[in-house]
Each structure stands twice: as C-alpha cells, then as structure tokens.
C-alpha cells in the first residue's frame, strides 16, 4: 500500500487542469478525480488535507470538499485514525457481487411480476425520472435501488428480497464508480427503461433477460476498464 502521494504525476496533471476551472473545490476534485481513474493515485494512497493543499495551491478547505465529493461519487474512503484514502475497486469484487445478482434478481422479479400493480409501474416509472434528472452520485445510488425493488418487492418472499437488497447496496459504490469512470448513467438509464416495458407487458422472460444483462454488462464494463488501466 503506497504510504505517500506520486507527487510528480499529481503535479503534472494540476498543472494542466488549473486553468480550467472556476472554484478551487472543482479545480482539486477534478484533477483528483483524473488522478485516480487513470491510476496516477492507486487504491490505498493516502490523501493527506495538508499535503494536498501545498500541491495544488490552496488553502484546507476546498481539499477537504473536494474529499468529500470524491467520497460520493466511490473513489475515496474515509478511515478512522488513518483518514482519506484511495478507495480499492475490485474487478473481481464487482464480478462476485454481480454473478450474485444475476441470480438472485431475475428469480425475485419472475416471482413478483404477476403481482405488480399500475401504481407500482408508476412510481419505477417515477425513479427513473428522478435518476434522469439527479447529479449526486449518492443519491442517485439509492434511487437505483428503490427502482430494483420496486419491481421485486411482490415476490412475497422475505428471505430472497433480504439478500437482493443487501447485494444491491454492496454493488452501489461500483455503480457510483462506473458513473465516474465511464460515464454509465445513459446507458443504465436506457436499460431501466427496457426492464420496466417488458413488465408492463407482462413478459417475464424478457424481463428477466433485461435485469441479467442489466448486471453482467456493466460489470463486465468495469473489468474492460481496470484491466485497461492496468
């Protein structure tokens, strides 16, 4: 795990990025934002206020913004006694996680989909509408699972929809990460909307091939890019 920051590559890119920005909070969240998705910062760096502040010119402030904005969108974990750190994204965490899925979601929604109701259609509908026009990375992770389990919450099966919701929630920070990364939002926005028409036709098996594709392709997304990256 690195114990200090690449100071010479970090540099490099402030010095290219300071013209283009209007606050010093965007300034450093975005040249940090760069940093990490290209692997300048690897996962476990520590990303000291005061260090970080003397790089790029400023005063603690807007470092510590900037922290926190990252922290949403999944790239930076907060650490007790140690800090701000360089969040790790596991290619194969995301694969583990999203095999899980692929065979838990399609199960509770083949359950549910005869129970739902035009007002459940109506508020997944809603949610993909509050996902279009959100820009928090945070919350549009919760409105992507209240969509998903809107869809599965008639399954009538308590157990199942237990570990949908809890697997959906350890999926968040690498959607959040996705987001970031490889600007996925459109196209999930484009997928929530198939999987919600092949329910409100009532057609089962497209809609369980849509949420199974849903999952599999964007974690194979992220395997492209970290592999690339490497």
Request: proline share 6%.
């Amino acid at each position: 795990m690195p114990d200090s920051l690449d100071l010479p590559g970090l540099t490099a890119l402030i010095a290219r990025s300071r013209p283009h920005y209007r606050t010093a909070t965007e300034f450093v969240e975005a040249a940090m934002r760069e940093a990490i998705l290209a692997g300048t910062l690897p996962a476990g760096s520590p990303l000291r206020q005061e260090e970080l502040a003397a790089a790029f010119g400023v005063s603690r402030m807007p470092v510590r913004e900037a922290l926190r904005q990252l922290e949403a969108r999944a790239l930076v974990e907060f650490h007790p006694h140690r800090g701000a750190v360089v969040a790790e994204i596991s290619a194969e965490d995301s694969a583990d996680i999203g095999a899980i899925r692929a065979a838990l979601e399609p199960a509770a929604l083949r359950l549910s989909l005869p129970r739902l109701t035009p007002e459940d259609f109506a508020l997944a509908a809603e949610l993909i509408a509050e996902m279009d026009a959100e820009s928090d990375p945070g919350r549009m992770g919760e409105l992507n699972r209240r969509f998903h389990m809107t869809l599965y919450a008639r399954a009538g099966r308590p157990r199942l929809l237990a570990l949908v919701e809890q697997h959906l929630a350890a999926a968040d920070r690498y959607l959040r990460f996705q987001f970031a990364a490889l600007g996925y939002h459109p196209r999930s926005q484009d997928e929530h909307h198939a999987l919600l028409a092949a329910c409100r036709a009532g057609d089962a098996d497209a809609a369980c091939e849509a949420v199974t594709r849903h999952v599999l392709q964007a974690g194979d997304l992220l395997a492209a890019f970290l592999r690339d990256r490497a």
